[in-house]
């Protein structure tokens, strides 16, 4: 998904979340912010060797509490822990 971004908007600097590119659902134009599915962060992490509990914990924390400037991604709540 990334890749066809980019593709589709090649000047434009999109803000990333390291290490989640396989998370991206699609970009938002208004604000050119990339959507990223929680589920598919959390299933990252869980699979890079955090507990449920843990990655859901490093991610609300660590991840989508994190402020990085205007251009922060969006995360799309598409799961139920």
């Known amino acids: 998904m990334l890749d066809l971004i980019l593709d589709k908007y090649p000047d434009e600097k999109f803000l990333k979340a390291d290490g989640f590119d396989e998370a991206i659902l699609g970009v938002e134009e208004k604000g050119m912010k990339l ?47």
């Open 35 to 81: 959507i990223y599915s929680v589920k598919s962060c959390i299933d990252i992490l869980i699979r890079e060797g955090l507990s449920d509990e843990e990655a859901i914990d490093h991610f609300y924390f660590n991840i989508e509490g994190a402020y990085v400037g205007e251009k922060i991604p969006i995360w799309c709540n598409d799961f139920t822990y």
